[in-house]
């Protein structure tokens, strides 16, 4: 494997954290996540587009007639994502929030690739990597244990958010995996992106169009976006970039290295958001039991990437 690839899908997990914190700003500005979350994925959507035309590679859509429908899907998982991240920072924690995401990622991953899942090619896990994958259970078990009373809601008789959590991670690897079987028919990165991220933007519209005829969410307020941090808009971009980077990752060097690097940065990027308070978010020092499940989850991210 290349260093930079390996450095690549290190960085894809960065940016997921900070595409997190950067959405809660979007979500205070219009005062709803669903609105945030269509905000973040049309600047994504127009960003891929715009370098896509750039580049000449638009021109290979007209083979999207050709590919089977579920292909063009993968682009369903952004919003889930986005807008778990948007509802579950504030009551979790960045710490507590990624490793939850990075439970459920690494677990899909691993399905993917001992099932040969999605077009993947089937690898068996061996005993490393299966003791990678119960590090990450431990550590995310030390972690959600650790949660202290100031949680709104009480997180202990709210394991309805712990689900999503996990829910919403385990959509990245599907995500990836598919976005990878597009990109063997159309054989363009930036236009598989930009398919992807259309359909993620058309969907959580749809989905925000739905919710406020029906009075469940608040109009978005967008003149809030006057008041926001030039850095609130940052979203978009990290998106577009982890969503490109992972399909491309996946099958070079496969789903369960791809996910324990990038929940490798994903990780510690969250730890340092959390203690310091970084980009507006609440102030949640480490203690012993979050240092643990760190080291635990980040223990058997590497045991994976190594076996």
Do not use: K
Request: positive net charge; hydrophobic residues 55%.
């Amino acid at each position: 494997m290349e260093t930079a690839l390996l450095g690549a899908a290190l960085l894809a997990g960065c940016l997921l954290a900070v595409q997190a914190s950067a959405n809660l700003q979007l979500n205070r500005a219009v005062g709803t996540p669903y609105g945030a979350s269509t905000l973040q994925l049309g600047v994504a959507t127009g960003l891929l587009a715009v370098l896509a035309l750039a580049t000449g590679a638009l021109g290979v859509l007209a083979r999207t007639a050709d590919v089977p429908v579920w292909h063009l899907l993968g682009g369903l998982a952004s919003p889930l994502y986005i807008t778990s991240g948007i509802l579950l920072f504030p009551r979790l924690g960045a710490l507590v929030t990624a490793g939850l995401f990075v439970t459920g990622q690494m677990f899909a991953s691993l399905g993917l690739d001992s099932f040969g899942l999605l077009g993947l090619a089937r690898e068996e896990p061996d005993a490393g990597i299966v003791a990678g994958a119960l590090a990450v259970l431990a550590g995310i078990t030390v972690i959600v244990r650790g949660l202290g009373g100031g949680v709104p809601g009480g997180t202990r008789t709210r394991p309805g958010w712990l689900a999503l959590g996990l829910v919403a991670g385990a959509a990245l690897p599907v995500q990836g995996a598919v976005n990878a079987r597009l990109r063997a028919g159309l054989d363009e990165p930036l236009t598989v992106a930009a398919v992807s991220f259309t359909v993620a933007t058309l969907t959580i519209a749809a989905l925000l169009l739905v919710l406020t005829a029906t009075r469940r969410t608040p109009r978005p307020r967008l003149e809030g976006l006057r008041a926001m941090p030039w850095w609130g808009w940052l979203g978009g971009a990290c998106a577009a970039a982890y969503v490109t980077g992972t399909f491309l990752l996946l099958p070079a060097i496969g789903a369960a290295v791809t996910i324990a690097l990038t929940v490798t940065g994903q990780q510690l990027t969250s730890a340092v958001i959390d203690h310091y308070g970084l980009f507006r978010m609440p102030r949640r020092p480490m203690d012993a039991s979050r240092l643990l499940g760190l080291a635990l989850l980040l223990g058997g991210a590497v045991t994976i990437q190594l076996s």
